[in-house]
């Protein structure tokens, strides 16, 4: 009998690459390897402390029941007053829907736009790894824009338009970017939101940005789905506690499917989340000067191995260079310097075709042990050179 669970395609899921080389990376230090970790994306920063005193009060008060499934009112409340206070929208909390992470967020709204096997989504290549399997597995087809490394990276509004059919559903963005680190300029934002199609805007980067201001496509436009989250301004990846910002029209069935797949996201969680939103954290500027100070080193010093990006990333904490004269294949390029050189770092293949022959750097590390990364990066590729 087949298995009718192919119909979603489950099997042309493919293996998210980055973990593979953490899991890797994980056995060595097993060994009793000495592993520089460039390749996760993930703060090294714990959660501001107000944040985790807030969870524990909630849990103290016995705040371990199911909530409304569509989040706490106060939770939603606080996520609108976010946006509309830090980007002047007019958002209300009955557009938003708190979720467990951005993941579920995703998963959401493609439901809810792919309607029908082969409609399609559009987005930039390269792209978050999972971006296309997402697409894949609610019976969508990710179409892809080529973009130029002179650009960012990032997908110019007239090649967008230029692949809009009657079977496009939505336009995914995400800036600053994943693996990029670079925005989209705000006038190709605008110009895309202003396309006709609905924008899906995974904005979970936003407050990680240095010398510029993010903006958000609910700035320009209502049909939108914003995906963001706690994980990474508030260094909270292991609460798993995210939101979705959704088109009016689309709300009563995104419910009905929170309901049904996820009941409700931890209710102590979603307390920290208020006090995340609702209160002020000292800590956080810390990390993004932190972050900042990682990124101008890395910019300062990698353009002397040959490895300095086209475009300086201005967000995240990412750094995605070319490595092509180093060696074409990113994720043999990668593994081997893993077990050569001990240096973990992400192969670009895992982002697409476009970023094949580069190489994603992440910051999410100590300068201590970036430095360190750098000077094992630099014997290696010397070490390669006099072969």
Same mark, same amino acid.
């Given at each position: 009998?087949?298995?009718?669970?192919?119909?979603?395609?489950?099997?042309?899921?493919?293996?998210?690459?980055?973990?593979?080389?953490?899991?890797?990376?994980?056995?060595?230090?097993?060994?009793?390897?000495?592993?520089?970790?460039?390749?996760?994306?993930?703060?090294?920063?714990?959660?501001?402390?107000?944040?985790?005193?807030?969870?524990?009060?909630?849990?103290?008060?016995?705040?371990?029941? @199911?909530?409304?499934?569509?989040?706490?009112?106060?939770?939603?409340?606080?996520?609108?007053? @976010?946006?509309?206070?830090?980007?002047?929208?007019?958002?209300?909390?009955?557009?938003?829907?708190?979720?467990?992470?951005?993941?579920?967020?995703?998963?959401?709204?493609?439901? *809810?736009?792919?309607?029908?096997?082969?409609?399609?989504?559009?987005?930039?290549?390269?792209?978050?790894?999972? @971006?296309?399997?997402?697409?894949?597995?609610?019976?969508?087809?990710?179409?892809?824009?080529?973009?130029?490394?002179?650009? &960012?990276?990032?997908?110019?509004?007239?090649?967008?338009?230029?692949?809009?059919?009657?079977?496009?559903?939505?336009?995914? +963005?995400?800036?600053?970017?994943?693996?990029?680190? %670079?925005?989209? /300029?705000?006038?190709?934002?605008?110009?895309?939101?202003?396309?006709?199609?609905?924008?899906?805007?995974?904005?979970?980067?936003?407050?990680? *940005?240095?010398?510029?201001?993010?903006?958000?496509?609910?700035?320009?436009?209502?049909? %939108?789905? +914003?995906?963001?989250?706690?994980?990474?301004?508030?260094?909270?990846?292991?609460?798993?506690? &995210?939101?979705?910002?959704?088109?009016?029209?689309?709300?009563?069935?995104?419910?009905?499917?929170?309901?049904?797949?996820?009941?409700?996201?931890?209710?102590?969680?979603?307390?920290?989340?208020?006090?995340?939103?609702?209160?002020?954290?000292?800590?956080?500027?810390?990390?993004?000067?932190?972050?900042?100070?990682?990124?101008? @080193?890395?910019?300062?010093?990698?353009?002397?191995?040959?490895?300095?990006?086209?475009?300086? /990333?201005?967000?995240?904490?990412?750094?995605? +260079?070319?490595?092509?004269?180093?060696?074409?294949?990113?994720?043999?390029?990668?593994?081997?310097?893993?077990?050569?050189?001990? +240096?973990?770092?992400?192969?670009?293949?895992?982002?697409?075709?476009? &970023?094949?022959?580069?190489?994603?750097?992440?910051?999410?590390?100590?300068?201590?042990?970036?430095?360190?990364?750098?000077?094992?990066?630099?014997?290696?590729?010397?070490?390669?050179?006099?072969?």
């Amino acid at each position: 009998m087949s298995n009718p669970m192919n119909d979603k395609s489950i099997n042309d899921i493919k293996p998210f690459i980055v973990m593979e080389v953490l899991e890797r990376a994980l056995e060595l230090e097993r060994e009793g390897r000495s592993i520089i970790h460039l390749e996760i994306g993930e703060p090294d920063f714990h959660t501001p402390g107000r944040i985790v005193e807030s969870c524990i009060e909630a849990l103290r008060r016995g705040k371990t029941h @199911y909530t409304d499934s569509r989040g706490l009112g106060e939770l939603r409340a606080a996520v609108a007053s @976010y946006y509309n206070n830090r980007y002047g929208t007019e958002i209300s909390e009955q557009r938003v829907l708190v979720t467990m992470g951005t993941s579920p967020a995703l998963l959401l709204a493609l439901s *809810v736009l792919v309607e029908n096997r082969g409609d399609e989504i559009i987005l930039a290549n390269p792209y978050y790894p999972c @971006y296309p399997n997402f697409i894949t597995y609610v019976g969508g087809v990710p179409r892809f824009v080529e973009t130029r490394e002179e650009d &960012g990276f990032q997908p110019k509004p007239e090649a967008v338009r230029a692949m809009v059919n009657d079977r496009t559903r939505a336009i995914l +963005v995400n800036s600053p970017a994943n693996p990029t680190g %670079t925005l989209l /300029p705000e006038e190709d934002l605008r110009s895309l939101c202003e396309l006709g199609v609905p924008v899906i805007s995974d904005e979970i980067y936003h407050g990680l *940005v240095y010398g510029e201001r993010e903006h958000s496509a609910l700035e320009y436009t209502d049909e %939108t789905f +914003v995906l963001n989250g706690f994980s990474k301004l508030f260094a909270m990846t292991g609460w798993r506690l &995210g939101y979705l910002i959704a088109p009016e029209r689309f709300v009563r069935r995104l419910h009905i499917l929170q309901q049904n797949f996820f009941i409700s996201p931890n209710a102590f969680v979603q307390h920290a989340g208020i006090t995340a939103l609702t209160e002020d954290h000292d800590e956080l500027e810390e990390m993004r000067a932190r972050y900042d100070a990682r990124r101008r @080193y890395l910019l300062s010093e990698l353009p002397g191995l040959g490895l300095g990006p086209a475009v300086e /990333p201005k967000g995240a904490f990412y750094l995605f +260079v070319g490595t092509r004269h180093i060696d074409p294949d990113s994720y043999g390029l990668a593994f081997d310097m893993l077990e050569k050189a001990g +240096v973990a770092v992400t192969p670009g293949i895992d982002f697409g075709s476009m &970023g094949e022959g580069h190489i994603r750097i992440s910051y999410a590390n100590s300068l201590e042990k970036i430095r360190e990364g750098v000077q094992r990066i630099g014997a290696y590729i010397s070490e390669r050179g006099s072969r």
